[in-house]
């Protein structure tokens, strides 16, 4: 009973192309994010949604787009990857504004070659 | 300035003793603080939260706040092997539009040598 699943779990393609990743979390929490953790291990945050609703969007190209068809469910979509967005990818979910911390699941690895 | 700066280590302690990790922020509105830790090639799991000043004991993890020097610190007892990995300082600050965000510190790492 995993508590947030991220698919796939490695991703390696080529620059250029356009992939997704997804995430879906059980705890019943309403706010979902996606953070992006670099080679030097900087946890970054790129978007959170609280209900569907986007409530974060950081400073992130516009080639990221999330989706969140509930709240129990936050996608990534990424266009035109590039070599810079070689990265360790992790959805975390909350409840609320995440004052009690967050769960994460266990990251997707992305390699742009 | 960072908002959160931790020293990125290596702090490398013997078995058993005492492994002191030190985290300050800049965001004075902060309401929320915390402690994962986070092995190679694994995910970030939360092991502490703090919210108010002094110090939280739970097992052998001991959260301290000290919000007017804007300082949080993480010790651990009796530190083991297997406590080897990097633990991440996450502050949880005010940001415009009423929603909070969660920033993480670069992490420092821990080396408990047997």
């Known amino acids: 009973d995993t508590a947030v699943s991220q698919t796939p779990k490695y991703l390696v393609t080529q620059m250029g192309n356009d992939k997704s990743i997804k995430c879906e979390q059980n705890?019943?929490?309403?706010?979902m994010y996606w953070y992006k953790q670099d080679s030097k291990k900087f946890l970054k945050i790129m978007f959170s949604?609280?209900?569907?609703?986007?409530?974060i969007n950081e400073t992130v190209p516009n080639r990221f787009s999330p989706k969140s068809p509930d709240k129990a469910h936050l996608n990534l979509h990424i266009n035109s990857l590039e070599l810079g967005d070689s990265a360790v990818y992790f959805c975390?979910?909350?409840?609320?504004?995440?004052?009690?911390?967050?769960?994460f699941g266990s990251g997707t690895r992305l390699t742009v070659v | 300035q960072k908002e959160v700066e931790q020293n990125s280590g290596p702090l490398s302690v013997p078995e058993g003793a005492i492994a002191s990790l030190n985290c300050t922020y800049s965001?004075?509105?902060?309401?929320?603080f915390f402690w994962y830790r986070q092995y190679s090639g694994k995910s970030p799991e939360l092991i502490m939260s703090?919210?108010?000043?002094g110090d939280k004991e739970d097992g052998r993890f001991t959260a301290q706040l000290n919000k007017a020097s804007q300082y949080v610190s993480l010790l651990i007892r009796d530190s083991q092997p297997s406590d080897s990995a990097t633990y991440l300082c996450?502050?949880?600050?005010?940001?415009?539009?009423?929603?909070?965000?969660?920033?993480f510190g670069t992490g420092t790492k821990l080396q408990v040598i047997p």
């Open positions: 975390a979910s909350s409840q609320g504004a995440g004052n009690r911390g967050y769960t």
């Open positions: 705890l019943g929490h309403d706010t």
């Open positions: 949604y609280n209900n569907k609703e986007l409530i």
């Open positions: 965001d004075r509105g902060s309401q929320s």
């Open positions: 703090i919210y108010s000043n």
């Open positions: 996450a502050v949880n600050g005010r940001r415009g539009g009423g929603y909070q965000k969660v920033t």
